[in-house]
């Protein structure tokens, strides 16, 4: 077998000193709206900014109650700036850990009613690159990904894990990655695959489409659970370095 060959096409390397706004915007979202999760997504520079040559999402428990709108964070995508059609997407990042926490790297098809597209959700696609749900184990991450079947209602493929062999995703910077092309979509956590999932047939159209990335860092939330006074706060998502490749076809 034959190793792919890739070409970068579009990087963050988060060596300016400010976000970059050709690149980027910050969600502001109310508490509540996704999930049920409890934060607020916020744009200021204490939630989400740029520290030793890195992305930094900081989760901030702004009073002694736990609840909801008693948190801020960000949430942070290149809708409408940067989207892609398949290759190889890849990021470099170090997770925060905890009860309640819910961090993700993740695309959603740039078609999207949110960011002003035409589809709705679930009709668009979401690839989820990773989610690690602190509440379940701070040294396991999940992929999945989410669309619409035949008859327009939700599906998704279903969760898969990968676990670490020792300590959590907390610990030290893990590079995870998607490959995805028109047969296939497949997930990789340092190298070393895990998932897969074929998107070839019918169904599967919204993935033959452009998508764009996403980073967030959500607390609580229905699927995420709730933190207690055993999280601490502030949690930060660092993320050194974001990659888009091509794969070069001989």
Same mark, same amino acid.
């Given at each position: 077998?034959? !190793? ?31 999930? !049920? ?30 609840? $909801? ?10 809708? @409408? ?13 170090? $997770? ?14 740039? @078609?999207?009613?949110? @960011? ?23 040294? $396991? ?23 670490? !062999? ?85």
């Amino acid at each position: 077998m034959i !190793d792919k060959q890739w070409k970068l096409k579009w990087a963050d390397e988060f060596d300016k000193e400010i976000i970059d706004s050709n690149n980027w915007t910050l969600q502001v979202v109310k508490a509540g709206r996704f999930n !049920d999760e409890w934060q607020r997504y916020t744009n200021s520079n204490k939630n989400a900014y740029i520290e030793n040559n890195c992305l930094v999402i900081k989760a901030i428990h702004e009073s002694d109650k736990h609840g $909801l709108n008693q948190y801020t964070s960000a949430r942070i995508h290149t809708a @409408n700036k940067q989207s892609w059609k398949y290759g190889k997407i890849a990021a470099r990042i170090k $997770l925060p850990q905890g009860k309640g926490i819910w961090p993700a790297f993740w695309m959603l098809g740039a @078609n999207i009613d949110e @960011n002003g597209g035409d589809t709705p959700w679930p009709h668009c696609g979401e690839i989820d690159i990773l989610e690690l749900y602190g509440t379940k184990d701070d040294g $396991l991450i999940e992929s999945n990904v989410h669309y619409a079947d035949p008859s327009g209602s939700h599906a998704m493929m279903g969760a898969t894990s990968f676990k670490l !062999d020792n300590g959590k995703f907390a610990d030290e910077f893990h590079i995870f990655e998607l490959v995805w092309n028109e047969k296939q979509l497949s997930w990789f956590v340092d190298g070393k695959q895990y998932a897969e999932m074929d998107i070839s047939s019918d169904e599967f159209t919204a993935f033959h489409k452009d998508f764009f990335i996403l980073f967030n860092l959500a607390v609580g939330g229905t699927y995420a659970g709730r933190p207690n006074n055993t999280t601490s706060f502030p949690q930060h998502m660092y993320v050194d370095w974001v990659r888009v490749y091509e794969e070069i076809i001989d």
